[in-house]
Each structure stands twice: as C-alpha cells, then as structure tokens.
C-alpha cells in the first residue's frame, strides 16, 4: 500500500494556529502557498496586533486594505531599530580642531585652537573639554561688551562647523564662571528652521588683575561642551561626534 502525505485541512490549520506565536506563524507561512493563506488571515493577526501595537491597529480604520499581518510587521521592526545600538561616528576626536575666540568690544580677550584629540578627556566619555589659557594675559574690563565664538574645524580646513557665535554683555567677575550657551540647529533640510535638542555650551573661568585694580580680569580657563536639552546633561562623545559629521562631512552621510 502506497503511503501518501498530504496537508492537514485549513480548519485544522487554522484551529492549531492560534496557539502560536507570532514568530512561528510567520514561519509557517513560509511553508506552502496555503499555509501562507491560512498563517496570515485577519482574524490570527487581529488580537496580535492589538496586543502589541494597539495605536497601529486603531490605524487601520484610515486604510482597511492593509493586512494586521504588514501592520505587526512593520510595528516589530520599529521596536527593533529603536532598540538597536547606533553605529559608531565615522568621524573621531582626531579629526577636529576647536576654535575658539572671545572679544570685548575691539579687542582680543581669548584666541585658541586645539585639536579636540589633545584635550584630556572626560572621565565618563562626555562630550565637555576644560582647556588652560597659557597664552599672555590679556584684560578686560568688567561688565564691557563681549563677543564669543566656537567652531568645529575639520583638519585640513575641509570644513567648519559654528557652535556658537554670541553678542552682548558679560559679567565678569574673578573666580566666578562666565556661561554662554546656543542651541544648535536639527541636522538636514530643516537645521535653520527647527532645534536638534542640543546645546552648546562655553564656560570661561576668570581671574582678577594682580592687585586687583582698575576692574580687570582676565580668562584664564575656557571649557565647552554639548548638552542635551532633555536631561539637561552632556552628551556622550560619539554622540556630539554623530551630530557633526552631519555638517563637517555630509556627503558620507
């Protein structure tokens, strides 16, 4: 007697299907054109979407074409690049220069360029430098008109990206810090028109003139960094590094 294998009855199929999960039924599908029929029917895909993607199924009300199949799909593979770990910035801290200039009113307080690679680091891999002003002291009054700017160079002038570019009044008192700040635009068609949630930062730290006469100080230290404007703390290295590469080497992106 000849053996004959044949496959089970759809209402078979169906019955046993919901009990599996949705992993299993997409593989099921896969196993003939009518189990792909059976596996993929409204009905199955229905409470699976409601379970896991409730406002996906509510959706469906503006286009009931779309199968709760492609709608669980679709939502699973949101979940997963949400969660995925972002890929490493192509551009590094040996890649850039910070240039830094402050003024007040025509006269130079603070000039420095330093590649980022020879700052020392943070600690917890934030994206926030402290750096010494070795060069001859200059003065400045207290409370005269200031001029800050910051600007990431890509080596080699490929490119220049400004932080910060700030007008107007600073009160500087000795050994106390002077902070500066500028929101930074969205990379994209949109940078000038909406805010990426980030913000630059510039710290000067002052000391007083010795003797402490005439009302001067002069800067001593100058930090920078980038915060986010959420959790209101620095971002980390590669992230400040992701968000460059957008405007110091777009044509990778």
Same mark, same amino acid.
């Given at each position: ?138 003065? #400045?009054?207290?409370?005269? !008109?200031?001029? $800050?700017?910051?600007?990431? @160079?890509?080596? %080699?002038?490929?490119? *220049?990206? =400004? ?45 007083? #003139?010795?003797?402490?006469? !005439?009302?001067? $100080?002069?800067?001593?230290? @100058?930090?920078? %960094?980038?915060?986010? *404007?959420? =959790? ?22």
């Amino acid at each position: 007697m000849k053996s004959c294998i044949c496959s089970p009855p759809w209402e078979v199929l169906l019955l046993v299907a919901h009990y599996l999960d949705p992993k299993t039924l997409a593989i099921s599908s896969c196993v003939s054109r009518s189990w792909s029929i059976s596996m993929s029917s409204d009905h199955l895909w229905k409470p699976i979407c409601s379970a896991y993607f409730p406002s996906l199924c509510n959706l469906r009300a503006s286009d009931p074409t779309v199968p709760y199949r492609r709608l669980y799909a679709i939502g699973y593979v949101s979940v997963k690049r949400r969660l995925r770990s972002p890929s490493k910035p192509r551009l590094s801290l040996n890649d850039v220069v910070f240039a830094i200039d402050v003024q007040c009113r025509d006269s130079g307080i603070v000039t420095i360029a330093k590649p980022a690679c020879d700052l020392e680091p943070d600690p917890n891999g934030l994206f926030r430098f402290d750096m010494e002003v070795r060069e001859p002291p200059r003065m #400045a009054k207290v409370l005269a !008109g200031v001029r $800050v700017m910051w600007s990431v @160079v890509l080596k %080699g002038w490929q490119g *220049v990206f =400004s932080m910060m570019e700030c007008k107007g009044k600073g009160s500087f008192v000795p050994d106390v810090e002077g902070w500066f700040s500028s929101e930074l635009p969205a990379p994209g068609c949109c940078s000038g028109r909406v805010g990426s949630g980030l913000v630059a930062d510039l710290r000067l730290g002052f000391c007083g #003139a010795e003797g402490g006469r !005439g009302g001067k $100080v002069r800067v001593e230290k @100058v930090g920078v %960094g980038v915060l986010s *404007v959420v =959790s209101w703390r620095y971002v980390s290295v590669d992230d400040a590094l992701r968000y460059l590469q957008h405007f110091l080497s777009p044509s990778h992106d």
